[in-house]
């Protein structure tokens, strides 16, 4: 199938269970196309140890087909992954001034030994501290690109030089929209190139894991202020001007200098007034962490915005000048340079703010502009303008790509009287008569999955004790039976705080690992791996992406299905656009599915191999009510062979005791 559709220049979508080959399934053909056509192709993953388990491994296996053994691979990361030799240097020199402690020295000289047979600066495999990577790592503000002495052999660079002479690039949704954005902003590049160079100019694009591609989409596609960070920035640049003046007043006259300093002072002031203002509009809404603005309200906060940036104008303008003096100073020296890179990063990171206002006050067409933060601190306040019509966006992008193959183990919902991909073409901007198939999974649900659902369970409510309580009994009774091997999965943070508060007194000896907001999930599924007593309090960054076979994962409490709440700005706002006649049909061809597609995913960690069995528990009763239309299109779109056994609480415990006792979990 996906051979055909690369000999038609057509484009195909593709569910396929886990366990079933499906990399090299899709690698083989696109290969072949790309020796014979001499054209290049883009794989996009998830996330980036997806992406480096194709090129170490999948591709290894591909390279051994007939003809494919000189076939050209490489990964293309964000800036961020790679070694920044620059800043390598520089710690190197804190060291050798003795500015760094013992422990972090000991690090470093790893590092050293590592930079020198390091075939491509990927920092991913190495496991360091998060100070230390920061420390080494590049990112957009600290690069000066062509200006950096080691330009040559930037790791960055180099891959991406390498990504123009490849025949299969593999990158990720997040790099992969980052290019589309340039592309859509008619090549605007922050680093002022042509359009295609941070991706060859392909003609194939595969797309692994295409379920996530909305999200990928509305974060790359999404400009984001926030206001309390701009001040912290524009503090840096105060002090690092402020610094340069000190030296500069000796070469520069200091009445000029004096009224530069003034300027800027001046500026900063009004500054300080525009955010106080800007926060006390946006900060002040009682209705919850996110508030969306239109009409009056919008048109207010679209002019001080713009106010704001009008005076960010002076900071630019002042901080290019003390550049351009650090610049004409005759005596170069260290110090010299250092005060410059400081003030050029600075100024990069503010014109980037002033970039994101531009992309809020500049359209909303098709958009929605609201205000996010947690739990109602103000220094976490963001304005956030992301796009509406995915689909519509979707179907802009990369027009010249004549093959995009979509593959995902949950791009099906069912849908009586269609072929179950009509949501699936919705979010990926396809035709309505665009190919898709869907194929089987090598497991035998049958035999490898229990599936309860406890009758005797209150109604879940948002911020209901009484559901609660009972289901951190449940919770806390099964997670004793099983043991390790266990993952807790909830939709809110609150849910997972009021059951830990009330069962991890009970748990005797077993590690809890609890997801904190801005925990990543990698550390805490490294920890919980070598752990035999280990269960995971997960929100939804677990919910997908999460690979524990066999006695790694044997139980799976789910608190509720994974709605998203209706009222959030932008599902709200994509509702209406979904549902043009009414806001049942919005639900129907949007909200429902979403949901369903966010179950099968969470779903999908507990079965990982043939060899695997599991215990899944979902405490939400409206999973098996049938008067919910959702409720049964959610039961039809489940994998052939699960069963779910509606029984009362005790029932299941007992059933649970009796699994353990026999070994099957």
């Not at 049958?446 to 948002?462: A, C, I, N, R």
Request: with cysteine; hydrophobic share 40%; proline share 3%.
């Amino acid at each position: 199938m996906k051979s055909e559709s690369i000999e038609r220049d057509g484009n195909l979508m593709i569910e396929v269970g886990t366990g079933t080959g499906k990399s090299i399934a899709y690698l083989a053909p696109v290969a072949y196309a790309c020796i014979s056509t001499l054209n290049q192709a883009v794989v996009s993953t998830r996330t980036r140890i997806l992406q480096d388990q194709l090129f170490k491994k999948d591709v290894e296996v591909l390279k051994t087909f007939p003809n494919l053994d000189d076939l050209r691979v490489s990964v293309m990361k964000g800036r961020e992954r790679y070694l920044c030799v620059r800043k390598l240097f520089e710690v190197v020199n804190l060291a050798l001034n003795k500015m760094l402690d013992e422990e972090m020295s000991t690090e470093l000289s790893g590092i050293l030994i590592w930079s020198m047979i390091t075939g491509d600066g990927d920092l991913d495999p190495l496991p360091l501290k998060e100070e230390m990577r920061r420390m080494i790592s590049g990112n957009r503000f600290d690069c000066t690109r062509r200006l950096c002495p080691f330009f040559e052999i930037c790791p960055y660079y180099v891959q991406r030089e390498n990504a123009k002479c490849s025949d299969i690039v593999i990158t990720n949704h997040s790099f992969l929209f980052s290019e589309a954005n340039i592309r859509l902003s008619d090549g605007d590049a922050e680093e002022r190139e042509d359009i295609g160079t941070l991706l060859p100019g392909f003609k194939y694009l595969v797309v692994d894991e295409a379920h996530e591609l909305e999200a990928s989409l509305t974060q790359a596609m999404s400009y984001r202020f926030q206001p309390y960070e701009l001040a912290g920035t524009v503090r840096r640049l105060i002090k690092a001007v402020r610094n340069s003046f000190g030296f500069l007043k000796r070469h520069f006259d200091e009445d000029f200098l004096r009224r530069l300093w003034t300027k800027l002072k001046e500026a900063t002031a009004s500054l300080d007034k525009q955010i106080t203002e800007l926060v006390k509009v946006t900060g002040s809404s009682e209705s919850g962490n996110r508030t969306t603005f239109t009409g009056r309200e919008l048109e207010a906060i679209i002019s001080m915005l713009a106010a704001i940036s009008d005076t960010l104008q002076t900071h630019v303008y002042i901080g290019t000048q003390t550049m351009q003096m650090l610049d004409d100073v005759e005596e170069r020296n260290e110090k010299i340079d250092g005060l410059e890179a400081e003030v050029s990063r600075i100024l990069t990171e503010t014109r980037e703010w002033m970039k994101q206002i531009a992309g809020i006050t500049s359209s909303q067409e098709s958009r929605v502009v609201y205000v996010s933060r947690f739990e109602r601190r103000l220094d976490s306040l963001s304005i956030i303008s992301s796009p509406v019509e995915n689909d519509t966006l979707m179907a802009s992008i990369f027009p010249d790509v004549s093959v995009k193959i979509f593959i995902s183990a949950t791009l099906w919902v069912y849908s009586r009287g269609s072929d179950g991909f009509n949501y699936a073409r919705r979010i990926l901007g396809t035709s309505s008569n665009n190919e898709a198939v869907r194929l089987g999974t090598s497991f035998d649900y049958t035999q490898q999955l229990k599936f309860f659902v406890p009758t005797d369970l209150p109604d879940y409510l948002p911020n209901s004790l009484i559901y609660l309580e009972s289901a951190a009994d449940i919770t806390l009774k099964a997670l004793k039976i099983v043991g390790g091997g266990s993952m807790v999965l909830f939709t809110s943070y609150e849910d997972m705080k009021g059951t830990l508060s009330r069962i991890s007194g009970g748990l005797g000896d077993m590690v809890i690992h609890i997801q904190d907001r801005e925990d990543s999930p990698t550390t805490i599924l490294a920890d919980h791996v070598n752990s035999e007593k280990s269960v995971i309090f997960g929100a939804r960054a677990f919910w997908e992406g999460v690979d524990l076979p066999g006695e790694q994962l044997k139980l799976l409490i789910v608190y509720k299905l994974p709605f998203e709440r209706p009222d959030e700005p932008l599902i709200e706002a994509r509702i209406k656009h979904y549902g043009k006649r009414s806001f049942v049909e919005g639900m129907n061809k949007y909200y429902y599915p979403k949901m369903i597609t966010a179950f099968r995913q969470g779903l999908g960690r507990l079965i990982r191999t043939r060899g695997d069995h599991g215990v899944v528990i979902v405490l939400d009763k409206r999973i098996i009510d049938s008067r919910r239309a959702y409720s049964r299109k959610l039961q039809a779109s489940l994998p052939p062979g699960v069963d779910i056994q509606a029984e009362s609480s005790s029932k299941i415990l007992r059933e649970l005791r009796k699994l353990k006792r026999e070994r099957w979990i």
